[in-house]
């Protein structure tokens, strides 16, 4: 299975091993990427682990886990990474996500700047800014599929 952060690398190689926690992110970027995979996959702990202590406490893990569960995240584009290397201490990473909402489903293209910092050498997810998020119209049955697979929605995730 292909990772669901975009690299292109099998799930097993790419993001899996950091979720699984048998190691961490070298990068910001690959910390970002993984954090989307968890999303894909439900991995709440993960989450909650890589997001920075002080803003943990803000984090509802009920509200999180019905937030995933009732997601199709559809894919992900990472724009830029600014800073965010081994040897840096912080980092920004710029990427789209596409999501779809399993109940209503609507389409959410999700524009985000996340920034993330090393704390005891590891990287985690401080803040994001999002500058856009925008409702997309439920596509007609005869629509090219949202996902990408170049099917017909109505032949692929409808």
């Known amino acids: ?3 669901p952060c975009g690299s292109g690398k099998p799930f097993s190689s790419c993001c899996n091993p ?3 926690g048998e ?3 070298n990068t910001a970027e690959q910390l ?11 991995a709440t702990a993960y989450l909650i682990e890589t997001t920075c202590p002080t803003q943990r406490k803000h984090i509802q893990q009920e509200n999180l886990e019905h937030s995933c569960k009732d997601t199709d995240w559809i894919s992900l584009e990472v724009l830029e ?5 081994a040897t840096d201490q912080t980092g920004t990473v710029t ?3 596409k999501a779809r909402d399993k109940k209503t489903g609507f389409v ?3 524009h985000e700047c996340s920034s993330f910092e090393k704390k005891e050498g590891a990287w985690v997810y401080t803040t994001g800014f999002t500058p856009k998020a925008t409702k997309e119209k439920k596509p007609g049955r005869n629509a090219p599929c949202p ?3 170049g099917k017909k929605y109505k032949q692929c995730c409808l």
């Open 32 to 42: 970002m990427r993984s954090r989307y995979t968890a999303y894909t996959q439900a």
């Open 147 to 149: 996902c990408g697979s």
């Open 23 to 25: 190691s961490t992110p």
């Open 81 to 85: 990474t600014q800073k965010g290397t």
């Open 1 to 3: 299975m292909t990772c």
């Open 18 to 20: 950091f979720i699984l």
């Open 108 to 110: 959410q293209t999700i």
């Open 95 to 97: 990427f789209i996500a």
